[in-house]
């Protein structure tokens, strides 16, 4: 019997879940009605679509991810570092829908490292609680992305992240530099090439051989001399920039406790899970639906959902 | 007398000049016509329009820059590093022009570093070329610009120079990422903001903070907590990543010997001088006509000038 209507409504997409007490999903949906992509109607009308079928009295419907951003149905708070499930559950948004319910929205989670840098996430947060289990209480947890983020977990608690603006920069290099010309033009169809991007995860380890600027153009010049063949200039690039990222991250989090969580999509993980082979690091991959089961145990801890019916 | 017309012939402008036997510029000339740029009539037009009313029996026209690359009139060698003057001047390429002379091209230099990361350079080499003196024959230089170059000298020969994407990592982030949510669109009048600047600076210079994927991530953060104005957003980024260079080329060239010396044009030179007070490195400005100074040295070296001449 269900327990929950979930929403994991990003920038680019949504995907929502009706979901069991014991965590299973029941039926999915999902859309690229995200908060920048919304349908005639807008957040309304992108919600009735995902949910209404599912809607009955007493179900309660909780949302994470953007939505909940400045730009998004209803701005929700940032529940600082440390905290966990139980500050997040204390932090709920609510939003009137337009069937005279209401959902509830997430906050996102903000954090200033020792330096001062201020950062924030909205939904992965949710994700990371979905991974938690009795026997996993601590680890880092990498979500890939346009804005990838490293999140570190202790007793059950987010202490501490760090955003990378990994994704998004390859997508400005590949597309409004002189770096377009050292590689297949972006919409080409385009084979991943294991060797060159292991190559650029190579570089960026290379502690020698400058800092990324300096690298960025150093794609440029292999190109010229004809060590960089067009087909695998954007394997090239992108092993050199997820490369990167683990550099950073190693100086920001130290050694990695364990096996470091990769949670997100397939082909990106796969990606970050190469790039953490070659750098001999142990991954372990998450559960593709841990948003879901993060906001079933938000909801739960928020007395949303009644004890009678589990 | 005029002894030499020279061109520096970059990708986005052309700059020529009547050069006198000491140097004096008689007269110059300057268009939008880089190689991306060309009127009707492509490379021979510009040639034409550009030094067309100067050219005289028996005076000489050499040409820098990226008009003798691959995309450019003729595409002249690379020199290898270390090399001078007298490398540069036994490599000339002449190209036939529409009048039944010729022009020569200066080749352009290439350089690997101890990690194996290969660079390239077309134009620089003959601005520093055109910095040396008797008294100044080592030095650390520094070209800002679209792909900035860090140049180091000894004895009076090039023995190596790194290539920063700097100034084009800046308009692709401000022109095609989120960050542009931060600053004053691009083509919007904008006061250049000394404070936010050195904030940018120092947020570089502070290795605490993360590299740079994580740092450019951080000026989003700032934005969405109050603490980054929209209309102090780019020069906060100019900081960032100018100070990056700064910090890279640390790495890559060591201590900087005496004083820094910027060539190029005034308003980036002003930001690079600024930059390296915040630093406390010591810095002097290059002549601006610094190419025809070395476009002058090479020619004689060459044998275009006749001795008689002097």
């Known amino acids: 019997m269900a327990a929950l209507i979930g929403l994991d409504w990003g920038t680019s997409s949504l995907r929502a879940a009706l979901i069991d007490h014991d965590g ?5 949906h999902a859309s690229p009605h995200g908060i920048t992509n919304l349908p005639d109607g807008g957040f309304e009308a992108a919600f009735a679509k995902a949910v209404g079928g599912w809607r009955a009295p007493g179900l309660p419907v909780v949302a994470s991810g953007m939505v909940g951003a400045r730009t998004g149905w209803k701005e929700a708070a940032y529940v600082a570092c440390p905290g966990g499930a139980g500050e997040i559950a204390q932090a ?13 929205i997430l906050p996102g989670m903000s954090f200033r490292n020792e330096a001062g840098v201020p950062d924030v996430m909205r939904g992965e947060e949710t994700q990371i609680l979905g991974c938690l289990s009795p026997d996993r209480q601590d680890g880092l947890f990498v979500l890939p992305g346009t804005h990838s983020k490293w999140v570190r977990v202790e007793a059950g608690r987010i202490t501490g992240f760090a955003s990378y603006m990994t994704g998004e920069l390859f997508a400005a290099l590949r597309g409004h530099t002189i770096l377009r010309h050292t590689m297949t033009p972006p919409g080409e169809a385009e084979e991943f090439d294991a060797d060159a991007f292991a190559s650029g995860v190579r570089r960026a380890a290379d502690l020698t051989g400058g800092g990324l600027l300096r690298r960025l153009f150093g794609a440029r010049a292999l190109a010229l001399f004809g060590e960089l063949p067009t087909p695998a200039g954007a394997s090239w690039l992108s ?5 990167t990222e683990f550099v950073e991250a190693a100086d920001e989090f130290g050694q990695v406790p364990g096996s470091l969580v990769l949670v997100g999509g397939a082909t990106l993980a796969d ?8 750098l001999e690091i142990a991954t372990d991959a998450a559960d593709p639906d841990a948003a879901f089961a993060g906001q079933l145990h938000v909801a739960r801890l928020a007395g949303l959902i009644p004890e009678t019916r589990r």
Chains 1, 2 share one sequence.
Not at 93 to 103: F, I, N, Q, R
Not at 239 to 243: A, D, K, N
């Open 24 to 28: 299973t999903i029941l039926d999915r």
């Open 92 to 104: 709920l948004l609510a939003v009137p829908t337009g069937d005279g319910s209401e959902m509830r």
């Open 239 to 243: 092993g050199l920039l997820i490369g």
């Open 271 to 278: 990606r970050y899970a190469r790039a953490a082979r070659i």
